[in-house]
């Protein structure tokens, strides 16, 4: 009975997921997911902010233009231009600026900063030498050449980071469904904007899980090192049997069903989103045009 009732709800069709507890049925009988189950599984975060409430679509054409435009521009401020004043303003207007700096802080600054020096010390540029150790010595031009490229990949990564904790992967699905996108390829997106918030959520309940029966997983290297066994066996099997859970789940469904679907929630789509993407697409093509001409 809980399944069949489970079946029922749309965003369970949408968003393809495979357990009847992520949900709860109202006393009016319609359906809704659980936020915190759903949040815990992605990336997003709940806010009530003039972002959040822009259609999927539109936020979607607003990262890929802003990723676009730092690739193309012929001009080597471009980058850290659309960082200061477009992506960063848009954290603090979509309300979740302190995740975003959070994650650049231990993610994305980390990684640039590497390829930052990967690129600057082994870049082969002739010019002016700045800096000389043993065989590696860095120039202006690589230096310059590698803080762009490092920039390049900053603004790649935190726009995607920013549309992850504004827009709901079942949202994203819904609108990109609604659009004509054929459900397997909205549900290889959706599962690949998931599997990490989803690992990290299973790696945490097995860490619990295996400390409460006593496993040390927080002394020394080489104790941590013979736990990992008992961490990543639960892991890879319990995620195999997810897998074949969801494929049930799915099927049951009717999502390989040729008729068509229907939506329980709508997403909106407003004339302000509709001017937006359009904006957006021209601004790239007049980068493009300006790289050409100048080129």
């Known amino acids: 009975m809980g399944l069949v009732s489970f079946c029922l709800c749309d965003h369970l069709v949408q968003g393809c997921f495979a357990y009847p507890q992520d949900y709860f049925a109202y006393p009016q009988g319609c359906f809704a997911y659980n936020s915190v189950m759903h949040e ?98 860095i120039t202006v031009e690589s230096l310059l050449f590698a803080f762009r490229n490092a920039m390049r990949i900053t603004v790649m990564v935190s726009s995607f980071t920013l549309f992850l904790l504004t827009t709901h992967p079942s949202e994203l699905m819904s609108d990109l469904s609604r659009r004509g996108l054929p459900p397997q390829f909205a549900y290889v997106i959706i599962s690949t904007l998931q599997i990490l918030p989803q690992m990290q959520a299973k790696a945490q309940t097995i860490i619990a899980a295996q400390r409460s029966r006593g496993l040390d997983t927080q002394s020394n290297f080489f104790r941590r090192l013979r736990s990992l066994g008992p961490l990543v066996g639960p892991l890879v099997f319990g995620s195999l049997v997810e897998v074949e859970e969801r494929a049930i789940a799915i099927e049951a469904r009717g999502f390989t069903s040729t008729h068509p679907k229907t939506s329980l929630y709508e997403i909106p789509d407003t004339n302000f989103d509709r001017v937006l993407r359009w904006a957006l697409i021209g601004l790239v093509i007049l980068t493009i045009a300006v790289r050409l001409w100048l080129s």
Do not use: C
């Not at 080597?76 to 994650?103: C, D, M, N, Q």
């Open 40 to 137: 815990r599984l992605s990336f997003y975060v709940r806010r009530d902010s003039a972002l959040h409430h822009l259609n999927p679509l539109t936020k979607l054409t607003l990262i890929m233009g802003l990723v676009l435009i730092s690739f193309i521009s012929p001009w080597y401020w471009t980058s850290h231009f659309l960082f200061l004043f477009a992506i960063t303003p848009l954290s603090i207007v979509g309300k979740v600026s302190r995740e975003f700096f959070r994650t650049l802080l231990n993610l994305i600054l980390p990684a640039a900063l590497f390829l930052f020096l990967m690129q600057a010390f082994f870049q082969p540029i002739e010019g002016r030498v700045i800096f000389e150790f043993w065989f590696l010595d």
